[in-house]
């Protein structure tokens, strides 16, 4: 693996855990894809950094879990806007 994409796998797993962001949030901040993030996070920050890498899955499935939740806010956001 190329030494940048270590260093943003880390520097990925490092933001979640830190700013506890989803996903679209990551992907949107380092002007990766979704896919990206998720192959960093599980893939490669788990061969780097196994620690790191649990504590931000941790992370991304509390909000996994929460999405419906957020969905369901900003529906209620919309409509009530009206």
């Known amino acids: 693996m ?7 796998a880390i520097e990925v797993g490092e933001y979640i ?3 506890k962001a989803t996903v679209r ?4 901040k380092f002007g990766i894809s979704k896919s990206t993030v998720h192959k ?3 893939d490669r920050l788990l061969r780097i950094d ?22 369901g806010m900003a529906t209620r956001k ?3 806007g009206k």
Do not use: C, F, M, V
Request: hydrophobic share 35%.
């Open 50 to 71: 196994p620690t790191l890498a649990k504590a931000a899955r941790n992370i991304l499935e509390l909000n996994k879990a929460e999405r419906h939740i957020r969905g």
């Open 78 to 80: 919309k409509y009530i």
């Open 25 to 28: 949030e990551t992907a949107k």
């Open 17 to 19: 855990i830190q700013s």
């Open 2 to 8: 190329k030494a940048y994409i270590e260093q943003r």
């Open 40 to 42: 960093d996070i599980t």
